[in-house]
């Protein structure tokens, strides 16, 4: 028969034992038998119904195998060869991060919104009038509602003049508004800033649950602040410095 060659092969040496079912015999009178994971083609009882997943006895008559009695009082669990793979399970979480640029950088001196450029001042110059100076990101943070942010980083380079050209430092105010209002900006939680001397550039690592409140969208944008009006410092707006107050947000979402 042509069963019994690859018989020979399959289970060299064994003489009886048992196996899983791996369905109904053929019509040939053959029973595909699963023996220890290898699917081996016997000879089935005549007067016995052989079904999927039965536990089996089998014996050998010369070179062949003979599947002689059904096992047990119901169908096994087939062995782990026989069940299918399953995918790997999909990741709890994916981690990324992104860019985003400020829609305008600009700085309100006293009462009124300068026009002359759009660079971030801090302080006051000499009896001027001290200055709050923002970035305003719109709703470009709302595009990652529902992450949990892991870090942020904004991009800071002070300009090569006003006031002292040594390392000076910054104030950090988080800005409710995500564009600029009409009148003062609305800053809440304060951190303390890089030290920057003229023409540094600076990454500075934000408070994380800032860059979770624009994500929120319970805040809208950064500003520097010093209520005494020292020191005084000019950092670089976008239109002198392209990158100037880019916030880098590091997140995780869970899929």
């Given at each position: 028969?042509?069963?019994?060659?690859?018989?020979?092969?399959?289970?060299?040496g064994v003489q009886s034992?048992?196996?899983?079912?791996?369905?109904?015999?053929?019509?040939?009178g053959l029973l595909s038998v699963?023996?220890?994971?290898?699917?081996?083609?016997?000879?089935?009882?005549?007067?016995?119904?052989?079904?999927?997943?039965?536990?089996v006895a089998f014996i050998r008559c010369g070179q062949t195998w003979v599947v002689v009695a059904r096992l047990g009082t119901a169908a096994t669990t087939p062995p782990l060869d026989a069940v299918p793979v399953a995918p790997p399970p999909k990741p709890a979480s994916v981690s990324g991060s992104t860019t985003i640029t400020p829609l305008e950088t600009r700085s309100r001196q006293d009462t009124k919104w300068r026009t002359d450029n759009d660079d971030v001042?801090?302080?006051?110059?000499?009896?001027?009038?001290?200055?709050?100076?923002?970035?305003?990101?719109?709703?470009?943070?709302?595009?990652?509602?529902?992450?949990?942010?892991t870090s942020a980083t904004v991009q800071l380079r002070r300009?090569?003049?006003?006031?002292?050209?040594?390392?000076?430092?910054?104030?950090?105010?988080?800005?409710?508004?995500?564009?600029?209002?009409?009148?003062?900006?609305?800053?809440?939680s304060t951190t303390p800033g890089p030290s920057l001397a003229w023409s540094e550039v600076s990454a500075f690592d934000i408070p994380t649950t800032w860059a979770?409140?624009?994500?929120?969208?319970?805040?809208?944008?950064?500003?520097?602040?010093?209520?005494?009006?020292?020191?005084?410092?000019?950092?670089?707006?976008?239109?002198s410095y392209s990158p100037s107050f880019a916030l880098t947000i590091r997140y995780t979402r869970t899929i």
């Open positions: 028969m042509s069963d019994a060659a690859s018989n020979k092969v399959s289970l060299a034992g048992t196996g899983i079912a791996n369905g109904a015999k053929t019509g040939t699963n023996v220890s994971g290898i699917n081996v083609d016997m000879l089935a009882a005549r007067d016995i119904t052989f079904a999927a997943n039965d536990g001042y801090q302080g006051e110059y000499g009896t001027n009038g001290n200055h709050v100076g923002a970035a305003f990101y719109g709703d470009a943070p709302r595009s990652l509602a529902g992450a949990t942010v300009k090569d003049s006003g006031g002292l050209a040594t390392a000076q430092p910054l104030t950090l105010r988080l800005v409710t508004e995500r564009v600029r209002p009409s009148g003062a900006p609305t800053l809440t979770q409140a624009m994500v929120d969208g319970t805040s809208g944008g950064l500003a520097v602040y010093e209520a005494d009006g020292a020191p005084y410092m000019i950092l670089d707006g976008r239109g």
